[in-house]
């Protein structure tokens, strides 16, 4: 079946302007995360979706970064006031509820603000 | 809270000799120590897990092994191939809490 997905696969901004990265997870999947990876580091967690419970957003850098979840399906992780030190690959992984320890990551979004 | 490391962060190693990666981590609490694979230009991929009631656990030719009185974990790949070549990242969890810790990862390079 289909992975996750993830759109845009690159992208370039200019400082202050605001983006949007998507993430469609695995069908039937209720729990959907968002991750950062900045060049040739590891992986910051940044939030956490589970169906209609409240997310985590306790990994949000700050206040400009925001995330939704409509419908319990796709995600979207947005950005505001975009900042150089947002440059990332932004990654988002799905699981089971059942099986939360096994993430299915999407390629992510490669964030590059200039 | 939860703490792992990884080492070494670069490790190169001749096509056909073994790998090893270590992670240590931190909160005895941790019960589920999963491996994950990252090729360029593409997510993380699971590629072998262990529980901490179990001390070793093989799968071709990788293998991890747990040491839970040390709380440091290794993945061992033999026979290494270039298709082995990737970032590999361990992390570690608790029953009780959803979130993956994780390491920050090994460079692993395959010379031919």
């Known amino acids: 079946g289909a992975g996750v997905s993830q759109s845009p696969s690159n992208k370039v901004t200019e400082k202050g302007k605001d983006v949007e990265l998507r993430c469609d997870p695995i069908s039937g999947h209720t729990a959907l995360y968002w991750y950062r990876q900045s060049l040739g580091q590891g992986l910051e967690f940044l939030i956490y979706f589970q169906g209609n419970s409240a997310p985590d957003k306790s990994g949000l850098p700050s206040d400009r970064f925001s995330a939704e979840r409509t419908g319990g399906s796709v995600s979207t992780l947005t950005i505001q006031r975009t900042q150089q030190e947002d440059s990332a690959v932004y990654l988002c992984a799905s699981s089971l509820i059942t099986r939360a320890y096994e993430q299915y990551f999407g390629p992510g979004t490669r964030l590059t603000v200039t | 809270g939860e703490n792992v490391e990884q080492h070494p962060s670069t490790l190169s190693v001749q096509e056909g000799d073994s790998a090893v990666i270590k992670c240590t981590y931190s909160?005895?609490?941790?019960?589920?120590f999963p491996w994950y694979k990252q090729e360029l230009g593409k997510g993380p991929q699971l590629i072998i897990d262990?529980?901490?009631n179990v001390g070793e656990k093989k799968d071709q030719r990788i293998a991890v092994t747990l040491n839970k009185t040390a709380k440091h974990f290794s993945l061992h790949i033999t026979e290494t191939q270039p298709e082995d070549s990737a970032v590999y990242f361990c992390?570690?969890?608790?029953?009780?809490?959803?979130?993956?810790?994780w390491g920050a990862g090994t460079k692993l390079i395959i010379k031919p």
């Open positions: 262990i529980r901490s």
């Open positions: 992390a570690a969890r608790m029953d009780s809490n959803y979130q993956l810790i």
């Open positions: 909160d005895s609490a941790s019960n589920y």
